[in-house]
């Protein structure tokens, strides 16, 4: 069965940082783009970062370019998200996600796994 659990999540301050970590079982992911995703409330889910099977190359939506940097250690299947300046727009659950392809993909609907989140809070 395949797996991915979210870690990492917490209350932090406006200008903190977290680094969220994702771990996935069930099978390898080495050759998979991995990706993170973010819903806040009455908002629908969007795009937050991606990762190429390589680690070498990366997409990320626009407000956090800059603030955030995703990386990946395959050897253990796992997927990172650091994530610095935090601001308050930046609340959300924050959902792993593994790709059908290699390649960083941005759109939701190349991702066939999904974990179950982790909640972010930013207060001011």
């Known amino acids: 069965q395949v797996q991915l659990v979210e870690s990492g999540g917490g209350l932090v301050q406006a200008g903190g940082s977290l680094r969220l970590s994702c771990v996935a079982s069930g099978r390898s992911f080495r050759t998979n783009a991995m990706g993170w995703f973010r819903q806040a409330p009455g908002k629908e889910r969007e795009f937050v970062a991606a990762?190429?099977?390589?680690?070498?190359?990366?997409n990320y939506l626009a407000s956090v370019e800059g603030r955030f940097t995703i990386s990946r250690d395959n050897a253990g299947n796992t997927v990172f998200l650091r994530m610095n300046s935090l601001k308050l727009e930046d609340t959300a659950v924050y959902y792993c996600a593994a790709a059908r392809g290699s390649q960083a993909t941005m759109s939701i609907t190349g991702y066939d796994y999904w974990g179950q989140g982790t909640q972010v809070s930013v207060s001011s």
């Open positions: 990762i190429a099977w390589s680690g070498v190359s990366a």
